[in-house]
Structure formats: C-alpha cells, structure tokens
T-cell receptor
Framework: KNEVEQSPQNLTAQEGEFITINCSYS?????LHWLQQHPGGGIVSLFM???GKKKHGRLIATINIQEKHSSLHITASHPRDSAVYIC?????????????FGKGTKLSVIP | GVTQSPTHLIKTRGQQVTLRCSSQ?????VSWYQQALGQGPQFIFQ???????GRGNFPPRFSGLQFPNDSSELNVNALELDDSALYLC???????????????FGPGTRLTVT
C-alpha cells in the first residue's frame, strides 16, 4: 500500500526560526511534490524532485531515495509562510501516474 | 492558470452535482482530488486525452469527462454526507511530452452536502 507520512502535524515557530518538515513514504516513487496550501484551499506547487536537493529562495527541499525520506526546510521564517505544507508521492505505471498525499503540516509563524 | 467553478456549492443528500475545471492551455492530462476537512487530498481519477487513465479508490458514482477545449467535469451521483469536501483539479502535460510530472492545481470547489 502506498502511504505517505508527514511530521509534525502542527508547527508553531517564531519569526526568523529555521523550520523543517519531514515526509516519509513506503514504496518506490517516481518523484515527490512539496505543496503549499493557504486557507481557502488553493494549492501551489513548491518543488518536484526525484533526487538530491532543490532550492528556491528561502525554501530548500531534499530527498533521500534509499531512506524513502524527504524534508522541506524554510530558512528565516516569516509570518507569510504560515500555511499548510503537504508532501505528495508520485507513483507512475501502466501509462498513468497519481499523487498520494500526506495529511499536511500546519505551520504558524508568529511575529 | 487552472480555474474551477463554482467556488462553493451546497447540495442535498441524494442529489447529483457537476464540478468544472478549466485546464492550463494545451495541457492534455487532468487529475481530480477530494480533500476532506483536515486531511490531505485523495486521488479520484485522471483523464488523458479524454479517456480515464487511472482511478483511485472511489465508487462508480464518481465519474468524469474531459473535453478537447481544455475543460473537464467531475460528476457525483447520489450524494452522501461524506462527499462534503474540497474538490481539486490539477492539469499537466503528459510525461511523454515533457519528461515531468509537474501538476498545476486549481483553487478548488468546496462542496457541502446536507
């Protein structure tokens, strides 16, 4: 069964703190998405990665294929980073692909 | 970008509903997801070039259509209370065309079944 586990479920941080959100998955994947969801529902794709590390501004995503684990880091956190962060494992096969999502990590950054 | 309509919808148990999605121009693949309150989204199905191309663990009363004009629909018959959720569509170009699985999400339709 394809499962995706995220931790922590909830995270409160002071502005400026370094934040790490973890994601683990159970079987081999084609790629891993990190997504951001704001209140109201809209989802924005932050990263898609299948190996190594990607960086965009203050956001860094890493993946370790052997350990089936990925992390999302936010440096110098800001209140505008407050959102739900979701990791989603992409499984492909037989000409189709689908995302299996974690339950999300609700991040609140306090000024 | 990807748009969805309506934004919010209230239906009664047993009714039928149609949700609409307009994909990013030229995208040939659309996926639909259901997100219950406090949960991560769950994959309903995927359409590629107007044919169903993969399905999650949802009953047949969840059906879809994809049209050649970058639009698609999610239909749900015989609504149940547990169908209350945020419904998201995401469009993409096929992996064979781009070498990428990147999907672009719409803002979602919030369905409430009473």
């Amino acid at each position: 069964k394809n499962e995706v586990e995220q931790s922590p479920q909830n995270l409160t941080a002071q502005e400026g703190e370094f934040i790490t959100i973890n994601c683990s998955y159970s079987v081999g994947i084609s790629a891993l998405h990190w997504l951001q969801q704001h209140p109201g529902g809209g989802i924005v794709s932050l990263f898609m990665l299948s190996s190594g590390k990607k960086k965009h501004g203050r956001l860094i995503a890493t993946i370790n294929i052997q350990e089936k684990h990925s992390s999302l880091h936010i440096t110098a956190s800001h209140p505008r980073d407050s959102a739900v962060y979701i990791c989603a494992a992409l499984y492909s096969g037989a000409g189709s692909y689908q995302l299996t999502f974690g339950k999300g990590t609700k991040l609140s950054v306090i000024p | 970008g990807v748009t969805q309509s309506p934004t919010h919808l209230i239906k009664t148990r047993g009714q039928q509903v149609t949700l609409r999605c307009s994909s990013q121009s030229g995208h040939n693949t659309v996926s639909w997801y259901q997100q219950a309150l406090g949960q991560g989204p769950q994959f309903i199905f995927q359409y590629y070039r107007e044919e169903e191309n993969g399905r999650g663990n949802f009953p047949p009363r969840f059906s879809g259509l994809q049209f050649p004009n970058d639009s698609s629909e999610l239909n749900v018959n015989a609504l149940e209370l547990d169908d209350s959720a945020l419904y998201l569509c995401a469009s993409s170009l096929s992996y064979s065309r781009t070498g990428s699985y990147e999907q672009y999400f719409g803002p979602g339709t919030r369905l409430t079944v009473t």
